[in-house]
């Protein structure tokens, strides 16, 4: 791998996981494809952390994600399990029989207008049956001329969005998808409902082998491994899966870092359904506890207001407007904060690794932190970091996104924050020779020391790492239309033309080590003393007893202890 890059294996697991991911791995490639003469900033972010080189049996250059996807029976509409990138018409295997034949063919999902169009767009099927794409850029040079630009972006009308593949703009790797055929996505029968199912699948050889084959081959080709980042659903039997694989990796690949993101769509599909409600309760609960025993850093993502079993709102962002119904909306956001939290270990000049963020964050036995963003965060023109700052006054800067609730009031332990996207001249206060500071902040010299004097102020305790970036964060289509009054570049909260799409918007991302998790794995405990699991008939038939549930409350309220208020770091 050019360059030393610290290689990072992402893991997909579960169908919310899938729509967050298709947003993450859009707004890669949407970086990757931005023109070398409009980049600020070349070389801030390292794609290769993420992305692999390869070749196809024509002897093309692919660059696609390094990345393990594990979903359901019918999950994928028209995309197909083994991509495009690496299709041959000639690999087919000869037929000796020469009797009578009959071939079933499964009819296949008509792709959307929104794919049919990126496809014309970007590749061609050539006469040999073979596709080959244009280009496949590779965030090493200019971007590859296209020979016509659009007249609009493309942008998928939110009706056509039935799954994941429906709007991700990503080729990828044949070894990348992993179906699980005896769970399905639709309908009613063979559900993946509970944790118990989930742990199971990765107990069966077929899907173990099938999971360690990808891992081996992504792995074997690294040069500096430094670890796992894992996308999993909470709500589901994903929960356990992930679990499982968690606990593979930790066996298997001992010392390197695993950083989980529990993914909760939000209570918008439960409303109507209690008993998916409790399922959410159990394989939340289980999740965590099972998933921090065996990862470097855990934290839940949702924009719903609890883990609980009462629904809260959805979370406010003062500058965006997203429908909390619809999953293509809520995952935009989540990546958009994920796409941020993680920048420190993808830093191309001195990174932090993801397990010297998870020791930074998780001392003490707090390996389960919250996830904060300001999207977009709101700087006006003709104002700098500093005044923006200040203007926040005491407030918590940021919008929860670990569904904890109000974190007003609560102590920090440890953070990791990250703003990207301020143009360098707004870093500092540009106020004439004589005018007195009307802050401490507006007499630093760096962006970075505003900064950091900043979160001082506000957690004076805690263990802090602050990032500085220019690259702001990709937004182009397919990303939803989620802004209000954001300039074409989302640098400024103004108006911007009529019909014209944000492109990149400044963002600041945060994660935490907070005393509101005490309460939060507190109540979780609480709600789980009044489930009777003989009534939920898919825990029992997993194999999962009520043993099982008195040991896991146990565990619950040994975690939630760890985040009690005290004196000292070392409390």
């Known amino acids: 791998m050019a360059g030393g890059a610290r290689e990072v294996l992402t893991l997909q697991l579960g169908h919310f996981a899938g729509f967050v991911g298709a947003h993450w791995w859009n707004q890669q490639d949407a970086a990757l494809r931005e023109p070398a003469d409009a980049r600020e900033t070349p070389g801030e972010l390292c794609p290769d952390v993420l992305y692999r080189t390869g070749r196809t049996l024509h002897g093309q250059e692919t660059y696609t994600p390094r990345l393990i996807v594990?979903?359901?029976?019918?999950?994928?509409?028209?995309?197909?399990?083994?991509?495009?990138?690496?299709?041959?018409?000639?690999?087919?295997?000869?037929?000796?029989w020469e009797g009578k034949l009959t071939t079933h063919a499964e009819e296949l999902h008509p792709k959307n207008p929104y794919l049919q169009d990126l496809l014309s767009a970007e590749g061609v099927l050539c006469s040999d049956g073979v596709w080959r794409v244009k280009s496949i850029?590779?965030?090493?040079?200019?971007?590859?001329?296209?020979?016509?630009?659009?007249?609009?972006?493309?942008?998928?009308?939110?009706?056509?969005?039935?799954?994941?593949?429906?709007?991700?703009?990503?080729?990828?790797?044949?070894?990348?998808?992993?179906?699980?055929?005896?769970?399905?996505?639709?309908?009613?029968?063979?559900?993946l409902e509970a944790f118990g199912q989930g742990e199971s699948v990765l107990k069966e050889p077929r899907y173990q082998e099938e999971l360690e084959d990808r891992l081996h081959f992504y792995v074997e080709e690294c040069d500096y491994l430094q670890g796992f980042q894992i996308l999993c659903d909470l709500h589901d039997g994903f929960s356990g899966l992930g679990a499982k694989a968690s606990e593979l990796l930790q066996d298997e690949y001992t010392g390197r870092g695993i950083v989980t993101w529990g993914l909760l769509p939000g209570p918008y599909s439960l409303r109507q359904e209690p008993q998916k409600n409790i399922y959410r309760l159990l394989n939340t609960a289980f999740g965590l506890v099972h998933l921090s025993a065996h990862s470097s850093l855990v934290c839940p993502l949702s924009l719903g207001g609890s883990l609980g079993l009462r629904l809260e709102p959805p979370v406010h962002f003062p500058h965006l407007h997203y429908d909390a119904t619809l999953p293509f909306h809520c995952s935009a956001i989540l990546a958009t904060a994920l796409d941020t939290v993680t920048v420190p270990y993808r830093l191309r000049s001195s990174p932090v690794s993801m397990a010297h963020l998870a020791d930074m964050l998780n001392f003490s036995g707090k390996k389960v932190v919250t996830a904060g963003a300001t999207i977009p965060f709101p700087l006006v023109p003709n104002q700098s970091l500093p005044d923006a700052l200040v203007q926040l006054g005491g407030a918590t800067p940021w919008t929860p996104l670990s569904a904890c609730g109000d974190p007003s009031g609560t102590r920090c332990f440890a953070q990791s924050v990250v703003l990207r996207g301020l143009n360098r001249a707004c870093h500092t206060s540009q106020l004439p020779p004589g005018t007195p500071a009307p802050s401490v902040l507006h007499t630093c010299t760096t962006g970075e020391e505003v900064l950091a004097r900043y979160l001082e102020q506000q957690?004076?305790?805690?263990?802090?790492?602050?990032?500085?970036?220019?690259?702001?964060?990709?937004?182009?289509?397919?990303?939803?239309?989620?802004?209000?009054?954001?300039?074409?570049?989302?640098?400024?909260?103004?108006?911007?033309?009529?019909?014209?799409?944000?492109?990149?918007?400044?963002?600041?991302?945060?994660?935490?080590?907070?005393?509101?998790l005490d309460r939060t794995l507190g109540d979780l405990a609480k709600e789980l003393t009044k489930v009777d699991l003989r009534r939920w008939a898919s825990f029992m038939e997993a194999g999962v007893e009520q043993g099982d549930l008195e040991e896991l409350l146990q565990e619950l309220r040994s975690l939630a202890q760890c985040y009690q208020g005290g004196d000292s770091l070392g409390d």
């Not at 004076?460 to 239309?481: E, F, G, Q, W």
Request: aromatic share 4%; net charge positive; charged share 15%.
């Open 459 to 516: 957690q004076p305790a805690a263990r802090s790492s602050s990032h500085l970036l220019l690259t702001p964060c990709k937004v182009a289509p397919p990303y939803p239309h989620l802004f209000s009054s954001l300039s074409q570049q989302g640098s400024g909260l103004d108006s911007p033309p009529t019909g014209a799409a944000v492109d990149s918007i400044p963002v600041l991302g945060a994660l935490c080590s907070s005393s509101s």
């Open 70 to 96: 594990m979903d359901l029976k019918g999950s994928l509409n028209s995309l197909k399990q083994e991509g495009g990138l690496y299709r041959d018409t000639q690999q087919d295997t000869a037929i000796a």
């Open 137 to 191: 850029p590779s965030g090493k040079g200019p971007a590859p001329h296209t020979t016509a630009t659009p007249s609009k972006p493309r942008i998928p009308t939110e009706g056509s969005i039935q799954v994941w593949s429906d709007f991700l703009r990503v080729h990828l790797h044949p070894r990348s998808i992993c179906m699980i055929q005896k769970y399905n996505h639709d309908g009613e029968a063979s559900r």
